[in-house]
Structure formats: C-alpha cells, structure tokens
Nanobody
Framework: VQLVESGGGLVQPGESLRLSCAASGSDFFFNAMGWYRQAPGKQREMVAG???????NYSDSVKGRFTISRDNAKNMVYLQMNSLKPEDTAVYYC??????????WGQGTQVTVSS
C-alpha cells in the first residue's frame, strides 16, 4: 500500500486548502481512510476519518470547518480545510487500513497557517 499526499502549503488565517491523497496497492486496506496531523511538540492526532460507504467522523477541533471525502473508483481521499487557524499548522498524514485508518501512512504534507 502506498499513500501519497499533495496540496499542503502556506496560507493566511481564514483561508482554505484542499489536501489530496492518492492510494495504490491492495484495495482491502482502503476500507477505512483518514487524515492525521502532528504539530511541533504535540502528539499526533486524528483529524478525520471516512469508511468505504461514506460515513465520516471528525475531531472536535475541526468539526464544521474540515470535510473529508473519498472517490472509491479513483482510490483518492480528500480533506477540504476551511477557515484555517494558526493552530491547524502541522504535518498532515493520509492514512488507511482494513478496519481503522492507522495501518498505513503517507509521508506527510506540511500545512502552515500564518499571517
């Protein structure tokens, strides 16, 4: 399984970014997909998850601002991030798994929110 993220960058507070993740390999391990993030000096946290039928879950810190989606035909997962805050600054990782989205990890993409 290989997960490749794209779409990170530097934005100002209040702006938006869309992260993309291209998955390849055994389709069984794309049942659950998600996004985690890790900020400097902080523990890694799950941001959002989505299972194959489209059911989603979010951390309280991003609920209402971030939207996770997936395209099963293309093995892609996306994270639309709106109303970004400086505290959203972190390395964002695309993840996947058979039951929970924590078995396979991408290399990460940096998101920086700063004025």
């Amino acid at each position: 399984v290989q997960l490749v993220e794209s779409g990170g960058g530097l934005v100002q507070p209040g702006e938006s970014l869309r992260l993309s993740c291209a998955a390849s390999g055994s389709d069984f391990f794309f049942n659950a997909m998600g996004w985690y993030r890790q900020a400097p000096g902080k523990q890694r946290e799950m941001v959002a998850g989505i299972i194959r039928n489209g059911v989603t879950n979010y951390s309280d810190s991003v609920k209402g601002r971030f939207t996770i989606s997936r395209d099963n035909a293309k093995n892609m997962v996306y994270l639309q991030m709106n109303s970004l805050k400086p505290e959203d600054t972190a390395v964002y990782y695309c993840t996947s798994g058979l039951v929970t989205p924590d078995q396979y990890w991408g290399q990460g993409t940096q998101v920086t929110v700063s004025s």
